[in-house]
T-cell receptor, first 111, second 114 residues
Framework: KNEVEQSPQNLTAQEGEFITINCSYS?????LHWLQQHPGGGIVSLFM???GKKKHGRLIATINIQEKHSSLHITASHPRDSAVYIC?????????????FGKGTKLSVKP | EPEVTQTPSHQVTQMGQEVILRCVPI?????FYWYRQILGQKVEFLVSFYNNEISEKSEIFDDQFSVERPDGSNFTLKIRSTKLEDSAMYFC????????????FGQGTRLTVV
């Protein structure tokens, strides 16, 4: 079974800083998801990746399949980016939706 | 923008009671999922559902749990006889397809068993 590790667990940044959150996993996957969990608890899907890089606004997600590693970058961070960022993977050969989640990275962006 | 809707947002129930958590997935989505997150812990997969049957379920999804799509719009999770350890945030999600499609999550239902 896949093990998903995220780092750092907690991250405090000043507004405007470039932020990187890392995710590593232990066995081959078919897809990796980055999710954002708001302070109220709701979850929003940010990206789904199986290779390469995706960009949406100030968010960039990359994945290196050989190294079993993904990063989520936030450029020009803003206090509204404060949330928990969760990495989740679908095991290769596993079914859609059977995600294995990391513990999350709690990001706090100070004005 | 279409969204997954869950009701209620918070439910308090007595231990041993049955609860039904309700979800309205996005209308053209075909795959439905339930996850749970015990306070302070990771999100965990419970079950996936397609074509009116369970596709896959986790070890957590024992005989106390059931899912149903009673009509064309709702997707429900029933816990037959709640235990204290069922207290958690329950998330419903849906996706359009099976491979390489994004899952959309609801806002969650916080279940408190007392």
């Amino acid at each position: 079974k896949n093990e998903v590790e995220q780092s750092p667990q907690n991250l405090t940044a000043q507004e405007g800083e470039f932020i990187t959150i890392n995710c590593s996993y232990s066995v081959g996957i078919s897809a990796l998801h980055w999710l954002q969990q708001h302070p109220g608890g709701g979850i929003v899907s940010l990206f789904m990746l199986s290779s390469g890089k995706k960009k949406h606004g100030r968010l960039i997600a990359t994945i290196n399949i050989q190294e079993k590693h993904s990063s989520l970058h936030i450029t020009a961070s803003h206090p509204r980016d404060s949330a928990v960022y969760i990495c989740a993977v679908e095991d290769y050969g596993g079914s859609q939706g059977n995600l294995i989640f990391g513990k999350g990275t709690k990001l706090s962006v100070k004005p | 923008e279409p969204e997954v809707t869950q009701t209620p947002s918070h439910q308090v129930t007595q231990m041993g009671q049955e609860v039904i958590l309700r979800c309205v997935p996005i209308s053209n989505h075909l795959y439905f999922y339930w996850y749970r997150q015990i306070l302070g812990q990771k999100v965990e997969f419970l079950v996936s559902f397609y074509n009116n049957e369970i596709s896959e379920k986790s070890e957590i999804f024992d005989d106390q749990f059931s899912v149903e799509r009673p009509d064309g719009s709702n997707f429900t999770l029933k816990i037959r006889s709640t235990k204290l350890e069922d207290s958690a945030m329950y998330f419903c999600a849906s996706s359009e397809g099976f491979f390489d499609t994004e899952a959309f999550f609801g806002q969650g239902t916080r279940l408190t068993v007392v």
